[in-house]
């Protein structure tokens, strides 16, 4: 790579719009250079440029040559700068400043801030410094990479030799705080490293971890030089170097962003993440060259925070000097432990490969062992770099792999350490294939290897006593399994063929038959893991996106299944897997659906073992029966008569006792029987009378039209997102309209204000005292870089006289009302819609009729999708 230079010229008095031009001419330069250059040569360039700069300033605003100097700190004072980086500068001064001189600083800053730089910045005199770092861990960190600019030369050297000889941390205590300091950053980031849209600087694995390692290191040997760790056998030279060129590479993405945004910014948004794949020679793919880039990102922040965890250990046991003596157990020939770690007990443990795993099944034994030593898993990076083949191919290895995981705490801690450390990736091709591998959308949120082992560690937690309240039903499923570990390994494989083309489950499903083969599980065993993962898409899809309050559907979904183990099992895998793929994605709305659907097809396992084998209509019957006698109990409880109530009820439909719960039904007869005109409509309700943690919203009205859309076009007004909806009418031109709604992080309505607020607005609306709001908000920043094509799929309904169809689009401010209007327009009913958000997708389900209750024919089909494709690409 060529070493760039530029080279201002500044000019005589120096202008705002002059150094405003150069500046730009400065990004400019960088950002053409950044092709082919050296990233730490365009780093100094940049530092250099603004030293000029400053220089230039500095003699032009005749500052006193002794008593005041300009000293440059922090990251700036490293002399390594990005575009957007700020510019922390230090005023030191030896006597109290005349105003004069005050008022010229005050000058030089707002200059410098005029030309748009981001500049801060202190004025203290050597006292202050002294002070403040002794009260500041950070002010004493920038103290650290102080850099000389302007001014008084002496002055610059008696700070540094302050800083130096009289740091007010000892090693101990700064090493202690710098150490708290990173966990806590870590924590602002949920400990991973593999969040979808990562800070380049502060995520786990980023550039702040690097910089942590160089404080401490410069702080307990007094030294301004990284080698300094390899001279006192803290770090390798092949370790040194790796952590340099993991630096560098960060460094670039970090420069591309910075060009991209155009000013300071350290999230790599997806906003960005396409144009810096562009700059970083990714090619213009798009979201191949995105994958590609973020891929290269997360194997490189995976190797700092490695390195960076050893390293710190290393420095806890010189700085703290933890004592090994103490506790030490021998586990066997290989390893012994202390206090909380498991360490090798010589250097030559790792020379058969199937030390390796034994290491791990050592932590899943012993509960007090929390972390591998430094200098073991130093021996740990040497052999895994020395592996020529898969362990899998190893006899032994694949014996001790199977008896980890099913150890009970196999896929605890000890998993854990094993997806850390990449040996899973060492011992599966198929998993090293995945690692740091990303899906450019918004629904997942972490990388196809960390989802999984999150999925994995979702699965073990059911297990654990402390866990049980959480999720029951998965807990007593897995605690009832003879072989969990059958669990863990679909759960392993379920996405493991991700990234290669073709039906991941599919190729997913060979896999972990090759893997069943070569492990030599049971036949059994191996059947139910090849199912699970080829279907472990299936009841999540049925649960929120078919009509599982039809008996058909659970049916057919039971038939599927086929036996109540491979259900157990599956219901397990996929609240696991909901569950790891994106923390906003779980809410008890889902919970409850796939709950249902669990009972109801163990339900129907167990009439099938019955001889009599009820029929769809038989099973439909008994069920509005249930329904309707538990809600007369209650309602009888509650003082009605049977006589009014089954007056009332004689106008509903069936469809209405089918489609809700018993509490329902009470509640809803409860309000409509105090109807006495329509003048009291509409009759609206909020609440959650099935105890499934969402908002119901009930509206009775009398029939007219855009109804639907008129409601839906309020709720997302009032941002809140429909779930699901279910519109009937009663015998004699009312509806009955039920929504699911929940608000945008989640969670059920219950702030009393805007429950008023709802249900005043909807009232307004429908009594057309208002008109129908228009939703037009603007597309949230995450989804103005995604596209999605919007398809309209007819689905097979068992019943003749309806039609179903899928809608796939963006999911836009609006999509749902937008929809409802098209429907409503072509004169459709609406009978059910249920709506499921896959990160930026919407995947939404509408079962329709004509107004003559038939089902659309081809030539109205086409209209529709038409129609529906028309009006969201106008949007």
Excluded at 249 to 265: C, S, T, V
Excluded at 564 to 574: G, I, K, M, N
Aim: hydrophobic share 40%; proline share 3%; with cysteine.
């Amino acid at each position: 790579m060529m070493n760039p230079t530029f080279a201002p010229s500044w000019q005589r008095p120096l202008t705002l719009a002059e150094s405003r031009q150069q500046l730009e001419a400065q990004q400019l330069w960088a950002a053409e250079a950044f092709i082919t250059a050296d990233i730490e040569s365009l780093l100094v360039a940049r530092s250099e440029f603004v030293d000029s700069l400053l220089q230039t300033l500095w003699q032009q605003c005749q500052f006193p040559d002794q008593g005041l100097a300009l000293i440059a700190v922090g990251g700036f004072g490293r002399g390594t700068l990005h575009p957007g980086s700020d510019i922390d500068l230090l005023f030191v001064h030896q006597h109290p400043l005349p105003n004069a001189i005050k008022e010229k600083i005050a000058n030089f800053i707002q200059f410098l801030w005029d030309v748009r730089l981001d500049v801060g910045h202190s004025v203290r005199t050597l006292a202050d410094c002294r002070e403040q770092a002794e009260a500041e861990v950070t002010v004493a960190t920038s103290l650290l990479e102080q850099r000389y600019i302007s001014g008084d030369t002496e002055l610059a050297a008696a700070l540094q030799q302050d800083t130096f000889h009289q740091f007010p941390w000892s090693s101990r205590a700064f090493y202690q705080a710098k150490q708290d300091e990173q966990q806590q950053r870590h924590q602002q980031f949920h400990g991973t490293s593999y969040n979808l849209e990562p800070n380049i600087k502060s995520s786990p694995g980023g550039l702040r971890d690097i910089q942590t390692i160089g404080w401490i290191a410069k702080r307990h040997f007094q030294t301004q030089s990284e080698e300094s760790l390899v001279q006192f056998g803290f770090i390798t030279a092949a370790e040194l170097l790796e952590l340099r060129e993991q630096q560098r590479f960060l460094w670039r993405i970090r420069f591309a962003l910075h060009l991209e945004a155009g000013k300071k910014e350290d999230r790599l948004l997806f906003d960005f993440q396409v144009g810096v794949a562009q700059r970083m020679g990714y090619g213009n793919t798009g979201k191949t060259a995105v994958e590609a880039l973020m891929k290269d990102y997360f194997n490189a922040v995976a190797a700092v925070r490695e390195l960076n965890a050893m390293l710190l250990q290393f420095f806890d046991q010189a700085i703290l000097g933890a004592d090994q003596s103490t506790a030490t157990r021998n586990l066997d020939s290989n390893f012994y432990s202390y206090n909380n770690c498991i360490a090798a007990r010589h250097d030559r443990v790792f020379d058969r490969d199937e030390a390796l795993l034994q290491l791990f099944l050592h932590v899943a034994r012993d509960d007090a062992i929390e972390t591998i030593q430094a200098h073991t898993i130093r021996l740990l990076r040497s052999a895994r770099q020395r592996l020529q083949q898969p362990l899998c191919s190893q006899p032994q290895c694949r014996q001790l792999f199977l008896e980890l995981l099913a150890l009970p705490k196999g896929c605890g801690l000890a998993f854990q350490l094993l997806h850390e450390h990449r040996i899973l990736a060492h011992y599966l091709p198929q998993w090293a294939q995945i690692v740091g591998q990303m899906q450019f959308d918004l629904f997942h949120a972490y990388t196809v290897d960390e989802h999984t082992f999150r999925l994995v560690r979702n699965l073990y937690r059911y297990t654990l006593p402390d866990k049980t309240e959480d999720f029951p039903l998965c807990s007593q499923l897995v605690s009832a399994m003879d072989h969990p570990e059958w669990l863990y390994i679909a759960g392993i494989f379920h996405d493991i063929a991700k990234g290669r083309g073709g039906d991941h489950s599919e190729l997913g499903e060979q896999d972990v038959r090759h893997f069943a083969e070569l492990h030599g599980l049971p036949e059994h065993a191996t059947e139910l893991v090849a199912w699970l993962v080829r279907h472990h898409l299936f009841m999540s899809v049925t649960a929120q996106k078919r009509d599982i309050h039809d008996p058909e559907v659970v049916r057919e979904f039971a038939e599927t299944v086929q036996t109540q183990e491979r259900l157990d099992y599956l219901y397990c895998l996929t609240v696991a897997d909901i569950r790891a793929t994106n923390s906003t994605l779980w809410n008890n709305w889902k919970a409850t659906l796939l709950e249902n659907l669990y009972h109801a097809t163990a339900a129907f396992f167990a009439r099938a073992s019955q001889t009599d084998i009820p029929s769809a209509a038989r099973e439909m019957r008994q069920r509005i029966h249930e329904h309707q006698a538990h809600a007369m109990a209650l309602l009888l409880s509650a003082g009605y008569t049977a006589t009014t109530i089954e007056v009332l009820w004689g106008r509903f439909t069936a469809d209405y006792f089918l489609r809700h719960r018993p509490e329902q039904i009470a509640w809803h007869t409860q309000y409509i029987a105090r109807v006495e005109s329509d003048e009291q409509l509409p009759l609206i309700l909020v609440g959650d009378e099935s105890n499934q943690g969402t908002t119901e919203l009930f509206v009775y009205h009398h029939e007219q039209d855009y109804l639907f859309a008129a409601i839906a076009a309020v709720l997302e007004g009032q941002n809140l997102s429909i779930h699901d909806a279910q519109i009937l009418a009663t015998r004699d031109g009312y509806v009955m309209d039920t929504f699911v709604v929940l608000q945008q992080n989640g969670q059920p309505l219950t702030d009393a204000r805007h429950i008023e607020s709802l249900k005043q607005q909807l009232h307004d609306v429908l009594r057309s005292r208002q008109p129908v709001p228009s939703v037009q908000r603007r597309l949230p920043r995450r989804l103005r870089s995604f596209t999605v094509t919007t398809k309209i799929e007819f689905v097979p309904t068992k019943n003749k006289h309806r039609t179903a169809f899928e809608l796939i689009a963006l999911d836009r401010p609006g999509l749902v009302a937008r929809v409802a209007r098209v429907l409503q327009r072509l004169d459709l009913n609406i009978l059910t819609a249920k709506i499921s958000t896959v990160g930026e997708q919407a995947e939404d389900l509408f079962i329709v009729t004509t107004r003559r209750h038939e089902a659309l024919n081809a030539e109205q089909q086409n209209e529709l999708r038409q129609q529906i494709i028309a009006a969201l690409e106008d949007a």
